[in-house]
Every structure is written in C-alpha cells, then in structure tokens.
C-alpha cells in the first residue's frame, strides 16, 4: 500500500466544498481543512505508484476551485494507527467510539513513567481526635 500526502492550496471561497468532493475521489482515505500556507491535505491510500498519480493527476488537480498541489510520498510507517477500526465501533449504532475502545500503544512506544510513580499512599497526619468534657 502507497501512501501519499498531498498539500493542496484552493480557493479561498470554496475550500469545504473543494475539500468534499475531494474526499469523494476513490483513492482518498482522508482530507483535513489546516492552518498555515496550504489549506488542505489529502492523504492518497493506493496499490501502485500509476494509481497515485492517477489519483492526484488525473481526478484531484482537475476538481473546480484546486489552484496546486504538493506531493509527498511515504516511505516508511512510523507509527499504527487503525483508524478505521476505531472510528468504526459503534457505527452501526450511531455511536462514537469511547477512548477506551481504542486500541492501546505498542509496548516498545509506551511511554514510561518514573519509578516513583505511582507514589504509595501517605500515611494520615490529622491528630487522633480527643473526647470532649461536657
């Protein structure tokens, strides 16, 4: 699997509707609306390098309102994500998914947490309560 993320400036006035119809495009897992000189990313999920470039070239460049495009191609996955899963659970229901559904780190990438941690209880300081002379 291919993955490609591609930087996409647009029109101004139209980037929700850019941004729609560019996740309509088969080949496109994703696309997020981001600050900065770029107003979109898409990321391109596909077999072969001629399905990227089929992707980008051939449907994304051509939607109304895309001005151009920065390709990038991923070489090596970092990090796991199944997204789709995990978006997934609860769908049939109408539900989102609650943290705890998700799936946990792999141990080699948890973070670990210092040796005094969790620190053990503190023993109670309060003075023993006196009786009261009535």
Known sequence: MITAIVFVKADVAS???VGEQIADLAGVSEVYSVTGHIDL???VRVRTH???ATVVADRLNKV???QSTETHIAF???SQHDL???FSLGAED???PSCGSLRPMPPARRRQR???????PRPCRRPAATPVNR
């Open 94 to 96: 109408g539900l989102k």
């Open 114 to 120: 210092p040796s005094r941690w969790p620190r053990p």
């Open 84 to 86: 789709e899963a995990a």
């Open 41 to 43: 990313i898409a990321m």
């Open 64 to 66: 109304p309102g895309v």
């Open 76 to 78: 090596r996955t970092l």
């Open 50 to 52: 001629e399905d990227v």
């Open 15 to 17: 980037i929700p509707e």
